[in-house]
């Protein structure tokens, strides 16, 4: 997770802590002079915390780190991460003060969250093979030379302009970089709908 959005969780899992985030990669001076940089500043109860946010877990550097930024600041350090990296950052954590939250403690998905993720992954997956399955299906000779084929590069030797087509099939759709047995599969099936919906207009039509 990028540092900037991961500092946004936190700040939104602060909020429902109780804090209020008034800070945001404050600077820390001594006599005038950058010493360090804090992640957020938040207040709570009448008292100021300067807060790490960690992605991954926290070892002894990073309490220590934590505690003076926190001391030079006049305020209570507080560190958000997933962990302790080991049983020293653990011990050190808690002879200096140092408030730890550990994210798996209080950051989760929910049931019908995971539900809705998955969904939407699921729709805009089947929007794109569907996309490419009926762009494919405008180019017969596309097809053609997708089952012919078994590797990119016969499939270029028979469709001279084989990167553009590919740019063109897969435009607006987040199929860009899969493999080329992939596609022969798209394309494959593209061919058994075209197959299957001729037949029933020759059925249709008698």
């Known amino acids: 997770m990028a540092g900037t959005r991961f500092e946004d969780m936190v700040e939104g899992l602060l909020a429902s802590m109780g804090f209020e985030v008034v800070g945001k990669r404050s600077e820390v001076s ?17 008292e100021v915390w300067a807060v790490e946010a960690k992605a991954g877990k926290v070892d002894v550097s990073g309490i220590r780190q934590a505690y003076v930024n926190a001391k030079v600041l006049g305020a209570r350090p507080l560190v958000v991460c997933r962990g302790f990296s080991d049983e020293s950052a ?7 003060g140092v408030t730890v939250v550990l994210l798996p403690e209080y950051v989760y998905v929910s049931l019908e969250e995971l539900e809705n993720v998955v969904s939407m992954g699921l729709i805009r997956t089947l929007n794109a093979l569907l996309t490419f399955i009926g762009s494919v299906s405008r180019r017969p000779e596309v097809i053609d030379a997708f089952i012919k084929c078994e590797d990119f590069g016969c499939f270029c030797d028979v ?6 087509v590919m740019k063109e099939l897969t435009r607006g759709t987040p199929l860009k970089g899969t493999s080329y047995t992939f596609m022969r599969l798209l394309a494959s099936i593209a061919a058994g709908l075209s197959a ?7 059925r249709e039509d008698r």
Do not use: W
């Not at 001594?30 to 009448?46: F, M, P, Q, Y």
């Not at 469709?159 to 553009?164: A, E, G, M």
């Not at 299957?196 to 020759?202: D, F, G, P």
């Open 159 to 164: 469709i001279p302009d084989c990167r553009d």
């Open 196 to 202: 299957l919906l001729r037949e029933r207009h020759v």
């Open 30 to 46: 001594i006599r005038g002079v950058k010493v360090a940089e804090v992640d957020l500043i938040a207040h709570k109860n009448g």
């Open 90 to 96: 653990k011990v050190l954590a808690d002879t200096l």
